[in-house]
């Protein structure tokens, strides 16, 4: 199993008949007819489980072109339909110009059947293949497409290192002997909870079934206790409506949980993992077998284009693993949505559909405008959008403050204040994103006192002079970017204070200059940084001053809003976090204590804080490590700050501990926000890796959010609100170029670019 392989791979085994495996093994054969090539799986060739196949236009592209063969006796099986049908509440809405095919499961195996055997694939069914360390000795190439519960990847663990999530829904594959017109998504609100349908035609007279609901609806309704016949009876009765009153049949189903696996490594020596053996994706975002069949594709053209086995396996992985990795994502948020479904169920009809549609990411606000600009037309129209107005140009009122659009500058700490004077640079910095359009823009985390300063370059609000460095700073934005509110952002470093600025070493002590620091317990923050001390009742009252102080001197520099910074494992996250919070008196224990002092220091701050200006909080709404704060703790954290008078809750995640293990992603950090404001009520702003305009009119239209934070991408482009509005052709009232840069309101011209090549192309 160790060191390089260098032979072409003659002999190949295959573990699994399923579609990857079946298409593998015809791929291989026909690159190379002089190819051994042996499939073993355990079932008769006439064994399916599941109904129908959904399959992209891209995948049967990259089929077209690998073999012609496979892709005209698919056309002739396909069923083909446009639109997608949301029934919730009696109420049916309909998007189109989706593009799906689908076909049997069985009519597909048949079809790869038939083409291995044409090339002279050995096929053994109904027999198991022998174990993967005598087939690693009697093969070149041992392909493990042995599907999600692989005996090959569990052989080899150690090496693939697998990681299977077990998700909270329950969900059953069923047919029905009649096609749907189009997929369609219903919603059965039950006494038990809510449930859902996902169907689609796959032939003229039948379509998939599959009927999902969380572990706790399942229980509830008693489903655990029914036999197969039983529970389909049931789903029958409960979607009478979407079935036409007709029953729905079965092959061997059960009520199962999705899985997702992903595994460290796809290949070990001259065995490769494919389809569900590497990776599964949640069904309501397409089929695994998309996932298996775009691998096969790949892992045959990298046995072409590489000069050794070894290399082959290696560039398979580095090709597929990124579009897996992104398919999962999706996945992950599909699934999710679907889990937390019922915070939903409240929205207006189109603008539940919407939500619906665009739950995963991949559908967006401007690729659903091309496909149907019809019903998108009437998403914005009841969401509020005037005619020709982009969801992020709508205006958003906090307490007294009107914003002009949806966009905020996220704080970013800069490091380049002198004693915690904001100079030129400062001036700079934000004058430039307030001329770059957007509704809103947020200061770093300006800190309350010497001690709170996260490094020596940290601006701060507690002296006069600081005061009136931000003063000029706020009548810039006021006198040359009118539209434009500031906010500013304040917060104390606690056990992550004393560092050295980013770049010199982020998170790392300073090597000399360094100042004590204090925290709701004496925890450091890595095992290298300074040991705080915990604070005491005297101090934690000195510091509550502190904070009020500052926003004194913010109102009085002329700030248009506050935002108090309880994330990111800064002190006042750590009061709330438990990992971070471990004290025994009136400020640690259960989540109501761990709130006080944070909410004692809101109150102070709010006390002196103008009435008319809004206030917000930030925090993290989980520390991506387990016995932290959970999603959960976020919405009780947030319903208390909501009690104590805070106008929107800016929902971020993690930067507590430093063990954590976040999920990233695109927008990944969006669920927690839509969970705190569809379950609190309350005005959220999302942050996170939201990186397009795209993505922040989908966000809002979908209603997940209110306002959608960006830092990078500022970064990148001071100016992106601004190239938003011409990208869109917008010039209303939700964005005002500046005098001097109306030349520049026409988006430039590009150059041509041309369509990538089909990855494998083969001869007829």
């Known amino acids: 199993m160790e060191g390089t392989v260098t032979m072409n791979p003659l002999r190949v085994a295959v573990i699994g008949g399923g579609p990857g495996g079946l298409y593998a093994a015809a791929l291989l054969k026909r690159l190379d007819p002089s190819r051994e090539i042996t499939l073993w799986e355990r079932n008769a060739p006439d064994d399916t489980f599941g109904f129908g196949v959904v399959l992209s236009d891209e995948t049967l592209g990259g089929i077209e072109h690998a073999d012609p063969v496979v892709y005209e006796a698919l056309q002739k099986h396909f069923t083909r339909w446009d639109d997608i049908d949301i029934v919730h509440r009696n109420t049916r809405q309909t998007s189109g110009g989706h593009g799906f095919a689908a076909l049997g499961r069985k009519r597909l195996l048949e079809i790869l059947h038939e083409r291995c055997r044409s090339l002279g694939v050995e096929l053994r069914f109904r027999s198991e293949a022998p174990y993967p360390a005598w087939l690693t000795e009697a093969y070149d190439l041992v392909i493990a497409a042995d599907g999600v519960n692989s005996t090959t990847r569990e052989a080899y663990a150690h090496v693939f290192r697998p990681h299977v999530a077990t998700h909270h829904c329950r969900y059953i594959w069923l047919a029905a002997d009649f096609a749907f017109d189009a997929f369609r998504f219903e919603i059965a609100e039950t006494e038990h909870g809510v449930m859902q349908l996902h169907g689609y035609p796959y032939a003229p007279d039948a379509s998939t079934v599959i009927v999902e609901m969380h572990e706790d609806v399942w229980r509830s309704a008693g489903f655990e206790e029914l036999d197969e016949t039983e529970s389909v009876e049931r789903c029958a009765k409960i979607f009478a409506e979407a079935l036409h009153g007709r029953s729905l049949r079965s092959n061997k189903s059960a009520w199962t949980t999705f899985r997702t696996v992903v595994n460290q490594r796809w290949s070990h020596g001259n065995v490769v993992l494919l389809g569900d053996a590497a990776h599964t994706a949640h069904f309501s975002i397409g089929s695994g077998t998309k996932l298996a069949v775009e691998d096969a594709l790949a892992l045959a053209a990298c046995l072409e284009e590489q000069p050794s086995l070894d290399k082959a396996l290696a560039a398979y992985e580095e090709e597929r693993r990124p579009v897996v990795a992104s398919t999962q994502r999706a996945a992950r948020a599909s699934l999710e949505w679907f889990e937390n479904l019922g915070l939903h169920l409240d929205q207006p009809p189109r603008q ?298 800016d929902v971020s995640t993690g930067q507590v501990v430093a063990e954590e293990r976040p999920e990233f992603g695109r927008s990944y950090q969006t669920p927690y926000a839509d969970r705190i404001r569809h379950t609190v009520g309350v005005p959220v702003i999302a942050v996170g890796a939201i990186s397009s305009w795209d993505d922040v009119n989908s966000l809002i239209l979908a209603g997940r959010t209110d306002l959608c934070a960006l830092a990078r991408p500022h970064l990148y482009d001071p100016h992106w609100t601004l190239h938003a509005a011409a990208e869109q052709d917008y010039a209303g009232p939700g964005v005002a170029w500046p005098a001097p840069y109306g030349a520049g309101s026409r988006r430039p011209q590009t150059g041509r670019t041309d369509a990538p090549k089909p990855r494998l192309t083969l001869g007829t």
């Open 352 to 649: 539940f559909a919407f939500n619906l549609l665009t739950r995963s990411r991949r559908v967006t606000h401007d690729n659903l405008r091309l496909r149907d600009a019809r019903f998108t037309g009437a998403v914005e129209r009841e969401f509020g959008c005037p005619p020709g107005t982009p969801p992020m140009f709508t205006p958003f009122r906090l307490r007294g403050l009107t914003l002009r659009n949806r966009v905020v500058v996220s704080p970013m700490d800069m490091y380049s204040a002198t004693e915690g004077v904001p100079g030129d640079f400062h001036l700079v910095h934000l004058g430039a994103r307030a001329l770059g359009g957007a509704g809103l823009v947020m200061t770093e985390m300006v800190c309350v006192s010497p001690d709170g300063r996260i490094t020596p370059g940290c601006a701060g609000l507690y002296t006069g002079r600081q005061g009136e460095s931000w003063k000029r700073i706020t009548d810039f934005v006021h006198a040359q970017s009118p539209g434009t509110a500031i906010g500013v952002q304040l917060g104390h470093s606690g056990r992550k204070g004393s560092t050295k600025l980013m770049w010199e070493g982020m998170d790392e002590p300073l090597e000399d200059g360094n100042w004590p620091l204090t925290a709701a317990s004496s925890l450091p923050y890595k095992p290298d940084s300074q040991t705080p001390r915990e604070l005491t009742r005297a101090q934690l009252t000195d510091i509550r001053e502190q904070f009020a102080a500052a926003a004194w001197r913010a109102a009085r520099a002329g700030f248009d809003l506050l935002e108090l910074h309880c994330a990111h494992g800064y002190l006042l996250s750590g009061f709330l976090s438990p990992l971070t919070n471990r004290r025994t008196d009136a400020y640690g224990g259960s989540l109501e204590k761990r709130l006080r002092f944070p909410l004692e220091v809101f109150d102070a701050v709010r006390g002196v804080w103008p009435e008319e200006k809004p206030m917000t909080v930030r925090i993290s709404a989980t520390d991506w490590t387990e016995g932290g704060t959970t999603a959960e703790d976020a919405v009780e954290i947030a319903r208390a700050f909501v009690a104590h008078g805070v106008d929107a809750i």
